[in-house]
């Protein structure tokens, strides 16, 4: 029986406009305004001397711009394989096609930070530029698009949580969704707005902590560790919140009511407590010289100082 209060999902449509045969949809429009806002972000991070104290920047502004290109690639094309292989693998036999057809929704996180890391291991490798270091930069930018993305999957009505009686508990159920389906997949029962906590938690705060280590702490100084912050958070968020969001039906049950995406998350818990641990017991370089500071070659070398 559902509780005397709960809240109705809005009657949001996944179309922000149309224009004549063609529709913006809201989750396209939250991936390009995270690839955006991610890279003016990053590049950002680059040009903020003070935020290099004991190593240049990685690689330059400009070659940012050119990383743009690759991991809007990795994003979109890991995201979409990824969630065709971890969580809908029927859909290679049962209809290829649909494969392509990102538009529709169905993009997999761990499958993006895999195409990610494929797209920018082939440009650190082009450019002869840190991996690591590399990285640092662009997972401090990730939460924006992450935030934006799961506010969309909200908007989408899909992605919900399990059953739960707290006053925020909400119906997913519009007329949106039942003109979509035919009927409510959700059902009637108020739901956890899953989403929004992933949102919250894997976005906004992640983004802050994120903002701390490398405004406040200066962690880009040392190799790894804001990759590793990323990882730690990102994986204990979503382990955490998983235990809240409905599995997709699809899936085989798991024993010890584990998801796939506890599993998936699980190596980058692993992964990112070592970097931070590696990353920390690294001694730093000498400081930088404050001329040396301002300067963002491609090579990493200080600019040569004025007479």
Not at 170 to 181: A, H, K, L, P, T
Not at 197 to 208: H, R
Not at 245 to 274: K, N
């Amino acid at each position: 029986m559902p509780p005397a209060h709960y809240l109705t999902f809005p009657n949001f449509d996944p179309i922000l406009v149309h224009l004549g045969p063609f529709a913006i949809r809201w989750y396209a429009l939250a991936y390009i305004s995270g690839i955006l806002l991610g890279w003016r972000y990053a590049t950002g991070l680059l040009k903020n001397a003070r935020l290099w104290t004991h190593r240049p920047p990685p690689f330059s502004p400009e070659q940012m711009d050119d990383l743009v290109l690759w991991i809007a690639i990795g994003v979109i094309g890991g995201g979409r394989l990824g969630d065709v292989i971890f969580y809908n693998p029927t859909i290679i036999w049962r209809d290829p096609l649909e494969i392509l057809k990102v538009w529709n929704g169905g993009m997999s996180f761990h499958g993006g930070v895999i195409g990610v890391a494929i797209a920018m291991t082939i440009f650190a490798w082009k450019n002869r530029l840190d991996l690591l270091r590399m990285a640092d930069v662009v997972c401090a930018a990730y939460p924006i698009g992450h935030f934006l993305g799961r506010i969309a999957n909200f908007i989408n009505g899909e992605l919900w949580g399990r059953p739960t009686d707290l006053p925020w508990g909400m119906v997913f159920c519009n007329q949106q969704i039942q003109r979509s389906y035919g009927y409510c997949p959700a059902g009637l029962a108020p739901r956890h707005p899953s989403q929004l906590y992933e949102a919250f938690f894997e976005g906004l705060v992640l983004f802050l902590i994120l903002r701390w280590a490398t405004h406040r702490a200066k962690l880009g100084n040392r190799r790894g560790v804001v990759v590793g912050i990323f990882l730690a958070f990102y994986g204990a968020f979503r382990i955490a919140i998983e235990n809240l969001r409905e599995p997709d039906s699809w899936m085989p049950q798991f024993p010890l009511g584990l998801t796939m995406g506890m599993m998936l998350s699980t190596p980058m818990l692993i992964v990112g407590l070592y970097l931070i641990w590696r990353g920390m017991r690294e001694p730093l370089p000498p400081a930088l010289p404050a001329r040396a500071e301002a300067a963002t070659p491609a090579d990493g070398t200080p600019a040569p100082k004025s007479a």
